[in-house]
């Protein structure tokens, strides 16, 4: 089967083909089809965002598409960055400039205040427009400086619930077992097995 993967972002895509190893699935990516636009994500949730990715791609190629958006929910921000996550810094932000904005802000808050989780929500859409979608999170605490050099985004200050490392210490098994993209993905490939 033939799935478009519905981003442009490199470390995504190892993750989901990481992931999805194994598996009688052969992901093409947006490089396999010039021309496609990029879609805009203004929904007001990730799910909106997601599904509004993957119907478009699925149209626009012709082939089922995966999409997903995701992001941080930090409980004493009022679920900030959320959607925001990936340009919290402003629009020209990267993960760097991010995670710095992250910790100025939270410079004050107390250890048992630092609750946060990831969300990621995967939209899978079929030509016809019909689509569904998962959801996986990934609860834990904000850290108060980075810590190691694997993953992206906000992996090196997020140590999820029960760990004393941060994702960014992580080895990719390990960190695929507990995040909120390993745990939606799981679901999709168990809708995808029982019925494609």
Known sequence: MN??????????????????????????????FPGCPDVEEDGKTFRANAVKKAVFIANFTGCAAIADDSGLEVSVLGGAPGV???RYAG??????????????????????????????????????????????????????????????????VFYPAGHARTFAEMADSEKDLLSHRGRAMRKLYNYIKDHM
């Open 91 to 156: 629009n020209d932000a990267d993960d760097q400039k991010n995670v710095k904005k992250l910790l100025r802000e939270m410079m004050t808050i107390q250890d048992d205040q630092r609750g946060a989780r990831f969300v990621c929500c995967i939209a899978f859409a079929l030509p016809d427009g019909k689509y569904k979608t998962f959801t996986g999170y990934a609860k834990g605490l904000i850290g108060r400086k980075k810590k190691g050099y694997n993953g992206f985004g906000y992996d090196p």
């Open 3 to 32: 799935i478009v993967l519905a981003t442009r972002n490199k470390k995504k895509v190892e993750e989901m083909k990481r992931i999805f190893a194994g598996y009688d699935i052969r992901f093409l990516t947006l490089d396999s």
């Open 84 to 86: 925001y996550s990936a």
